[in-house]
């Protein structure tokens, strides 16, 4: 039985994920493809614009045969945490073969050597990344930068010629994760295979729809937006065939159905309930949630009658120190009253699955270290009490969720735990 796993947010779901899954398919010649997906909040610090379970069931439709929850402690975390907990959970299956991510660089040899200094901090990295935070830059900055300095100096040393990736694998952003995941894997002496596949068509932060291109998830999210505000608007100009040539059909389908009904989310929904999580919390109240610091809860007091809405106010808060995408956890962190990001999973919670995966799903049963929870009302009562409280925490983000979408439609409140798993044949 050969598997692979994949860590995604599909947010949507558009043809570069498809290509990886056909890659994965016919390239890697898995019998079975296990994707862990961000659940109803994702990394960039907002709400995923549909609901986990429709997003599972066009990552089932489109070739996968098992899809896990990552929790909201996880899939709103930084690239370390997020990498640590996704890895961890594929790892704790005891089937995975190899891990398959998309990367601008290609190759995996660069991200492993990286992940290594990053793991092992020699002396060395350690003195330029304090010289680089001296100067006033931001964290992932100064770490690239250090990273890139040390290999440069590293290789230089050692008589060897440092290959022109390294300057592109320390910035873009699906490489630097990659280095992530690699470096749990590392932690985690896990006999996971790291495998990378050039990303193709779009990059990352590209906001144009170009035809029969894989577009960024950035570039449907910005279409989207636009389409939603303009639906009431008598010279409305946009419409979902745009999107035919860019989005696999059954995506392209449920995304369509979701936008039809008004059951998606943007930022932009946060805005009250946001207020009101803020207002008369004090700065060493802000800063038990994950991401605030001192300085930051300060800035989010002091600039608070500001705010006019979750967007405008992590723009009027950003600093040098801090990027737009830090501050924008950090206040969802304070929304979900999520304290801490765990850096492993000790349950997988199954949100979807191919009936005909379950041979799969039995010899998970049979070599994993960690439990599937396929009704969490029920596993709960085996849970440790850390464990759970991350399910309970995640359990109320998705209510959250549930309850926005419910103000948007008018339709009734169904609760997590009423929630039915997606099957297809």
């Given amino acids: 039985m050969n598997v692979t796993g994949i ?19 016919e390239t ?3 019998d079975y493809i296990i994707v862990a997906m961000s659940g109803d909040f994702v990394q960039r610090g907002t709400p995923a ?68 200094i990053l793991n092992e901090e020699p002396e060395g990295f350690r ?19 250090a990273l890139g300095e040390y290999l ?62 894989a577009p960024s998830a950035s570039a449907v999210r910005a279409f989207l937006s636009e389409y939603s505000n303009q ?9 979902f065939s745009v999107l035919e040539n860019m989005l696999p059909a059954a995506s392209l389908r449920l995304l369509e159905s979701a936008f039809s009904s008004q059951e998606f989310l943007t930022e932009n929904d946060l805005d009250l309930i946001l207020h009101y999580c803020l207002t008369g919390k004090t700065t060493e109240e802000l ?19 500001g705010y006019r809405g979750f967007s405008q106010f992590a723009e009027l808060l950003k600093t040098k120190e801090l990027t737009h995408t830090r501050i924008q956890r950090a206040l969802l962190h304070i929304l979900l009253q999520i304290r801490e990001s765990p850096r492993e999973l000790s349950f997988g919670r199954v949100l979807g699955f191919r009936k005909s995966a379950s041979p799969l799903l039995k010899e998970i049963k049979k070599r994993g270290t960690i439990p599937l929870v396929t009704k969490p009302s029920s596993s709960v009562k085996a849970f440790t009490p850390y464990e759970k409280k991350l399910l309970d925490t995640n359990t109320a983000a998705s209510n959250i969720y549930e309850s926005l979408i419910c103000h948007k439609t008018g339709r009734a409140f169904v609760h997590e735990y009423q929630k039915q798993m997606i099957m297809i044949p």
């Fill in 287 to 305: 800063t038990e949630y994950a991401d605030v610091s001192p300085d930051l809860a300060a800035r989010m007091v002091n600039c608070l009658n």
């Fill in 231 to 239: 639906t009431h608007s008598s010279d409305s100009h946009k419409d």
């Fill in 152 to 213: 440069h100096t590293m290789y230089s040393s050692g008589g060897k010629s440092l290959s022109a990736f390294s300057d592109a694998l320390l910035s873009s952003p699906n490489n630097i994760l990659g280095i992530e995941y690699c470096r749990a894997l590392l932690r985690l002496h896990s006999s996971i295979t790291p495998v990378t596949l050039k990303r193709e068509g779009s990059g990352y932060h590209d906001l144009t729809l170009k035809n029969n291109q």
């Fill in 49 to 116: 614009l549909l609901s986990k379970y429709t997003r599972a069931e066009a990552t089932l439709l489109c070739g996968a045969d098992l899809v896990l929850e990552l929790p909201v402690q996880v899939s709103s975390a930084s690239a370390e945490f997020f990498a640590g907990g996704a890895v961890s959970l594929l790892n704790g299956l005891g089937v995975v073969d190899q891990l398959c991510f998309g990367s601008e660089e290609g190759t995996v040899e660069g991200m492993c050597l990286a992940a290594r």
């Fill in 127 to 145: 003195n330029l990344l304090k010289n680089n935070l001296k100067q006033g830059m931001s964290f992932p900055a100064a770490r690239s930068r």
């Fill in 28 to 30: 890697l010649n898995s």
């Fill in 7 to 25: 860590i995604a947010e599909y947010n949507p779901f558009h043809l570069g994920h498809l290509h990886q899954i056909t890659y994965v398919r």
